[in-house]
């Protein structure tokens, strides 16, 4: 070994990685019997109306509470799904779990609209695009109903036949949201190519919003005001204070999501 100081923090560095890609490792190896039982579940976050304080949709966010590991957080788990090739079949137990929840949430908060997640391995996927549209008009009404998240890096090369899948999703009655912008290469013509009807300002825009900040505030100015000339709506996400939501309305966002008004919340709870 060496003695330089250096060096050590690399070997210590490697080492951790090294812990760290065995533990994903052997959590990914649960993910097939995971998917057979209940430990994957869907968790809902309303997103009101920031003038009336009425709920107008929610998404639902997947969960994994592994029996031995404890909960595992999506932020390790999706990465995980997705290099390991079951991305697709978390998403149709993911949606069959929805559909299911549905009936009982329509009948507590009316027709509200529902978001999910798609990953864009998914999103690249010709063959399970098809089987996502079967499966969800076989179980689910989801005309005008169902809106899908997607995020807007989307790799360049895959960008036409993502464009041509998402076409398809529309055509079969789901809405497009666009998820997180402002953290990838955003734009205009993006928001258009992609078919979006909604887009969702990421959580880092919202966190420090507060009068002094014009940066933030500039953004959200101008996102606003491009859907009101280009036709869509404005989500914004991480609302965690009543002053950001204030200040939200003020420049013209009329829809958010956050902890200020609810956590994600397993249905019981959530109705
Ligand atoms: P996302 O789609 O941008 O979801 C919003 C995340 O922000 C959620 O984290 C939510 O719990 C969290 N959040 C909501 N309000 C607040 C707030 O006021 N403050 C803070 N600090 N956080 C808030 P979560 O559930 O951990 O999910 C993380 C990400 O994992 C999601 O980001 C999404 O990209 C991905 N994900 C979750 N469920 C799914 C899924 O079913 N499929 C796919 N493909 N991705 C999913
Ligand atoms: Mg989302
Ligand atoms: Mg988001
Ligand atoms: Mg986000």
């Known amino acids: 070994q060496s003695q330089d100081e250096g060096r050590n923090r690399v070997?210590?560095?490697?080492?951790?990685?090294?812990?760290?890609?065995?533990?994903?490792?052997?959590?990914?190896?649960?993910i097939p019997t995971a998917l057979q039982g209940e430990e994957f579940y869907v968790a809902?976050?309303?997103?009101?109306?920031?003038?009336?304080?009425?709920?107008?949709?929610?998404?639902?966010?997947?969960?994994?509470?592994?029996p031995e590991?404890?909960?595992?957080?999506?932020?390790?788990?999706i990465p995980l799904c997705e290099n390991s090739g079951y991305i697709n079949a978390l998403t149709l137990n993911l949606l069959e779990q929805i559909c299911n929840d549905l009936p009982d949430i329509w009948e507590r908060y009316g027709d509200?609209?529902?978001?999910?997640?798609?990953?864009p391995f998914s999103l690249l996927?010709?063959?399970?695009?098809?089987?996502?549209?079967?499966?969800?008009?076989?179980?689910?009404?989801?005309?005008?109903?169902?809106?899908l998240e997607v995020v807007e890096n989307l790799s360049i090369d895959g960008y036409e036949s993502a464009a041509?899948?998402?076409?398809?999703?529309?055509?079969?009655?789901?809405?497009?949201?666009?998820?997180?912008?402002g953290?990838?290469?955003?734009?205009?013509s993006y928001i258009r190519r992609l078919g979006a009807s909604v887009v969702k300002i990421d959580r880092e825009f919202?966190?420090?919003?507060?009068?002094?900040?014009?940066?933030?505030?500039?953004?959200?100015?101008?996102?606003?005001?491009?859907?009101?000339?280009?036709?869509?709506?404005?989500?914004?996400?991480?609302?965690?204070?009543?002053?950001?939501?204030a200040i939200l309305l003020e420049e013209g966002v009329t829809i958010g999501q956050g902890y200020l008004f609810s956590k994600p919340l397993k249905i019981d709870h959530f109705l």
């Open 206 to 245: 919202v966190m420090n919003l507060n009068q002094s900040n014009h940066d933030d505030l500039a953004i959200i100015r101008s996102v606003v005001s491009l859907g009101k000339q280009f036709g869509f709506d404005v989500i914004a996400e991480g609302v965690e204070y009543a002053n950001q939501a």
């Open 11 to 30: 070997v210590e560095f490697t080492y951790s990685d090294l812990r760290r890609a065995q533990a994903d490792q052997l959590l990914a190896g649960h």
């Open 112 to 119: 509200i609209k529902v978001s999910m997640n798609l990953s």
């Open 183 to 188: 953290t990838g290469y955003s734009s205009l």
């Open 125 to 147: 996927d010709r063959e399970f695009i098809q089987a996502f549209i079967d499966t969800a008009t076989a179980i689910c009404d989801v005309k005008g109903k169902v809106s």
């Open 69 to 77: 590991h404890g909960t595992v957080s999506p932020g390790r788990f």
């Open 44 to 66: 809902y976050q309303p997103q009101l109306n920031l003038e009336t304080q009425d709920v107008v949709g929610f998404e639902a966010l997947a969960r994994w509470d592994h």
């Open 164 to 181: 041509k899948n998402l076409a398809a999703l529309r055509e079969a009655g789901f809405d497009i949201i666009l998820d997180d912008f």
